[in-house]
């Protein structure tokens, strides 16, 4: 007889009571704000498939997989900066000028980041073109650090800027895999099919505005309140 069953015996409790941890980390970690606030803005402020924003570099620069993905952790690194920075300054940022020092902030991590990908990934930064510096104004961006940066914590201004960061990162990717497969036939750059023809209208914008619509049914059809374009 082990001794966990002893104890039971003589103390008349379950071994399943007494040996359960008192708060399960899988309990604990949805209860909590930063938790919820995450898991909600990669989907219900998913900025592509739920409100529709955000849509020059949703539709230029998702022909390839990598470069959506690069494009959508440019935007979400930029976003984290820029609200982490206005949440630590809100309270030293006159009402008067928030919106022109928002822009001015977004602007100077924007920039860095551009700067990073000249400076290491070329060809990836001569691949997305001029869609990086236009982060600046993805009205995603401005929006998370004027409706929330600005009224909470940097911590929980930072998990805001992640979730909705992971959010368009997760839609850019996944359109990029989808029109580069049926585009070019490969994945990542790698080609997946010898003799594949390739659907040309996956390689131009109308593709684009195809498959964000097909998305944006699925997106819908699994929502509960089945709206789309909800998002705060």
Same mark, same amino acid.
């Given at each position: 007889?082990?001794? /966990?069953?002893?104890?039971?015996?003589?103390?008349?409790?379950?071994?399943?009571?007494?040996?359960?941890?008192?708060?399960?980390?899988?309990?604990?970690?949805?209860? !909590?704000?930063?938790?919820?606030?995450? &898991?909600?803005?990669?989907?219900?402020?998913?900025?592509?498939?739920?409100?529709?924003? %955000?849509?020059?570099?949703?539709?230029?620069?998702?022909?390839?997989?990598?470069? +959506?993905?690069?494009?959508?952790?440019?935007?979400?690194?930029? !976003?984290? %900066?820029?609200? !982490?920075?206005?949440?630590?300054?809100?309270? &030293?940022?006159?009402?008067?000028?928030?919106?022109?020092?928002?822009?001015?902030?977004?602007?100077?991590?924007?920039?860095?980041?551009?700067?990073?990908?000249?400076?290491?990934?070329?060809?990836?930064?001569?691949?997305?073109?001029?869609?990086?510096?236009?982060?600046?104004?993805?009205? @995603? &961006?401005?929006?998370?650090?004027?409706?929330?940066?600005?009224?909470?914590?940097?911590?929980?201004?930072?998990?805001? /800027?992640? +979730?909705?960061? =992971?959010?368009?990162?997760?839609?850019?990717?996944?359109?990029?895999?989808?029109?580069?497969? =049926?585009? @070019?036939?490969?994945? @990542?750059?790698?080609?997946? *099919? &010898?003799?594949?023809?390739?659907?040309?209208?996956?390689?131009?914008?109308?593709?684009? *505005? =195809?498959?964000?619509? =097909?998305?944006?049914?699925?997106?819908?059809? @699994?929502?509960?309140?089945?709206?789309?374009? +909800?998002?705060?």
């Amino acid at each position: 007889m082990t001794e /966990a069953k002893t104890i039971a015996m003589t103390t008349g409790t379950s071994v399943q009571a007494a040996s359960a941890p008192a708060i399960p980390l899988a309990q604990h970690l949805p209860q !909590t704000k930063g938790w919820k606030e995450l &898991v909600r803005d990669i989907w219900d402020d998913n900025p592509t498939f739920r409100m529709i924003l %955000a849509m020059c570099p949703t539709m230029g620069a998702t022909t390839m997989a990598v470069n +959506g993905l690069a494009m959508g952790l440019s935007t979400m690194i930029a !976003t984290m %900066a820029s609200s !982490t920075t206005v949440g630590a300054l809100r309270n &030293v940022i006159p009402a008067e000028v928030r919106l022109p020092a928002y822009m001015i902030i977004i602007a100077f991590w924007v920039t860095l980041v551009d700067i990073f990908l000249r400076a290491y990934v070329p060809p990836l930064s001569a691949a997305l073109g001029p869609y990086v510096p236009l982060i600046i104004t993805n009205c @995603f &961006v401005l929006g998370r650090a004027e409706a929330f940066a600005s009224q909470n914590s940097p911590g929980l201004s930072a998990l805001d /800027a992640l +979730g909705v960061g =992971l959010g368009f990162t997760m839609s850019l990717t996944l359109l990029g895999i989808t029109r580069e497969f =049926l585009g @070019f036939g490969s994945l @990542f750059g790698i080609q997946l *099919f &010898v003799g594949w023809t390739n659907w040309v209208i996956m390689i131009i914008p109308a593709g684009a *505005f =195809l498959m964000v619509g =097909l998305y944006v049914g699925i997106v819908k059809h @699994f929502s509960p309140d089945g709206q789309v374009g +909800g998002g705060s």
